[in-house]
C-alpha cells in the first residue's frame, strides 16, 4: 500500500498506468525491511517508562505516610 499524489489538469490524465507507475516509483524507493527506530527514540522511550515508574513509586510512598499520618492521628484520639 502506499500514497502519491498525481499531478493533472484534468481528472482523465489519471489513468491506471500513471497510479501504477507512480506506485512502482514509491516501492523501488522502499525499503525492503522495516526500518529500525533510532538508539536515541528508544533511549527516550525508556526514560519516559522510568519517570512514570519512579513517579507511580512516590505517589505510593505519598498515600503510604498520609494513611500512616491517619492511623498515628486516630490512635492519639
Not at 500514497?3 to 501504477?20: G, M, Q, S
Amino acid at each position: 500500500e502506499s500514497h502519491v499524489f498525481i499531478n493533472a489538469e484534468k481528472v482523465d490524465e489519471v489513468t491506471e498506468e500513471v497510479i501504477a507507475g507512480e506506485h512502482s516509483k514509491v516501492q523501488a524507493r522502499a525499503p525492503m525491511e522495516r526500518v529500525r527506530r533510532s538508539s536515541r527514540s528508544a533511549e527516550k522511550e525508556e526514560t519516559v517508562v522510568q519517570q512514570q515508574r519512579d513517579h507511580e513509586d512516590d505517589m505510593r510512598a505519598r498515600l503510604n505516610r498520609s494513611e500512616s499520618i491517619e492511623m498515628a492521628a486516630v490512635c492519639l484520639s
